[in-house]
Antibody
Framework: EAQLVESGGGLVQPGGSLKLSCAAS????????MHWVRQASGKGLEWVGL??????????AYAASVKGRFTISRDDSKNMAYLEMNSLKTEDTAVYFC??????????????WGRGTLVTVSS | DIQMTQSPSSLSASVGDRVTISCRAS??????LNWYQQKPEKAPKLLIY???SLQSGVPSRFSGSGSGTDFTLTISSVQPEDFATYYC?????????FGGGTKVEIK
């Protein structure tokens, strides 16, 4: 069964750093583009960024709100994706979800999600 | 960036009602539109992709329509397990963007 499990969330002070991990199993991780999506308490979903698979250039892309502060990476040998967050702000407080981007012909969508990990930025 | 606007932001419905949720894109996205259902404290679940294709395992009472800028999610006869928040999402271009959500509550 395909599964994603996030870890690494917690309480961090403004200006601090945190690294989230996403462990994948049950599918071909190396062939999958992986995304991070976040959700502040009581709010909607916000796309954070993605890391493409190596066959798809291995490039990353970010939302404007996190660009220059967050870095997404992957280790295909470990079936892991990472979200490194620096210069954290209180507005980064949210549940962070890892998600697989599935391609069906010309269309793509988030078909697999983790349960999320909570990041709280507060002094 | 492509803005996604959902309406209404919330609605009340009785079991068995037909429910319609709208989603409008700020520019044409062809059929690059997905719908998700989210229940409290849970991850989103894919319902519809490519505007009208039903994800495997999703009940046929869910359907999607539209193309270009205007899209609709319909629940033909809402069931107790359907009370949740629904989000549209465009996959036409990065940054990927979601609508603000529609909360479907029990009347």
């Amino acid at each position: 069964e395909a599964q994603l499990v996030e870890s690494g969330g917690g309480l961090v002070q403004p200006g601090g750093s945190l690294k989230l991990s996403c462990a994948a199993s049950g599918f071909s991780f190396s062939a999958s583009d992986m995304h991070w999506v976040r959700q502040a308490s009581g709010k909607g979903l916000e796309w954070v960024g993605l890391i493409r698979s190596k066959p798809n250039s291995d490039a990353a892309a970010y939302a404007a709100s996190v660009k220059g502060r967050f870095t997404i990476s992957r280790d295909d040998s470990k079936n892991m994706a990472y979200l490194e967050m620096n210069s954290l702000k209180t507005e980064d407080t949210a549940v962070y979800f890892c998600s697989r981007h599935y391609y069906a012909g010309n269309y793509y969508y988030f078909d697999l999600w983790g349960r999320g990990t909570l990041v709280t930025v507060s002094s | 960036d492509i803005q996604m606007t959902q309406s209404p932001s919330s609605l009340s419905a009785s079991v068995g009602d037909r429910v319609t949720i709208s989603c409008r894109a700020s520019q044409s996205i062809s059929s690059y539109l997905n719908w998700y259902q989210q229940k409290p404290e849970k991850a989103p679940k894919l319902l519809i992709y490519a505007a009208s294709s039903l994800q495997s395992g999703v009940p046929s009472r869910f359907s999607g329509s539209g193309s270009g800028t205007d899209f609709t999610l319909t629940i033909s006869s809402v069931q107790p397990e359907d009370f949740a928040t629904y989000y549209c999402q465009q996959s036409s271009a990065t940054p990927l963007t979601f609508g603000g959500g529609t909360k479907v509550e029990i009347k």
